[in-house]
């Protein structure tokens, strides 16, 4: 679509998620969505999701009814397809080579979620075959809930890198769990690295448990 900003928010995203669609169906890829009723009903909020692979955000925005964006790193927008995909989301690219930027970029995150926006943050910054396996999450990427005061929402993803990374044309299902919100008196008097520490076990948890291995 030429020029998206002439358009609204959730004209923009019903077309995303059309596109989104169109991957899954093309790519035989089905998608369980779970706790939807836990997220907030009005007001904008972060989701920290862990990162498996290409399909995290797909699987999350397909999930997702109302329009949401996400902040993705700078040279991987530069992607066909991905920067018009970014474009229509009007999402927030982050120079990871411009520790100035990054946080003029985050800044603004925090800003628009005051607003009402919700976006998709994944602290982790990267994934590397790590499969269902959650890696560290960078305590910086906290900063935003903490300026922004609003609602962190944990985000399990289970077999999110299955439809990018094996090499397969058979069906494949993932799963995103949207799990209880944590709100700002919860996490103000935190800090950062202990926020992370928390949104991780929460997220570790539930993909056990969808797993079926907790408890074991």
Not at 59 to 71: A, F, K, L, Q, W
Not at 90 to 111: C, E, F, P, T, V
Not at 164 to 181: A, D, G, I, M, Y
Request: charged share 25%; net charge positive; proline share 5%.
């Amino acid at each position: 679509m030429n020029k998206p900003d002439k358009y609204s928010n959730e004209y923009c995203y019903k077309i995303a998620r059309n596109m989104v669609r169109k991957v899954m169906r093309n790519c035989f890829i089905k998608t369980n969505c779970y706790g939807v009723e836990n997220l907030p009903k009005e007001g904008g909020y972060i989701m920290i999701p862990n990162h498996q692979g290409k399909f995290d955000a797909l699987g999350i925005i397909n999930s997702h009814d109302e329009p949401c964006s996400v902040v993705i790193d700078l040279d991987r927008s530069k992607m066909i397809l991905t920067n018009e995909f970014i474009g229509l989301l009007r999402g927030i690219r982050l120079d990871k080579n411009d520790m100035r930027a990054q946080i003029k970029s985050m800044r603004q995150m925090a800003d628009e979620v005051k607003d009402g926006r919700r976006y998709i943050l994944f602290p982790e910054g990267g994934y590397d075959h790590n499969q269902n396996t959650v890696q560290d999450f960078k305590p910086g990427a906290f900063k935003t809930a903490l300026w922004s005061k609003q609602p962190i929402v944990p985000v399990a993803l289970v077999d999110s890198y299955k439809p990018f990374e094996l090499n397969s044309l058979k069906p494949v299902t993932t799963q995103v769990h949207f799990l209880k919100p944590i709100y700002y008196d919860e996490y103000k008097d935190m800090n950062t690295t202990e926020i992370a520490d928390m949104v991780k076990k929460l997220i570790e948890s539930k993909i056990a448990e969808a797993l079926g291995t907790a408890n074991k």
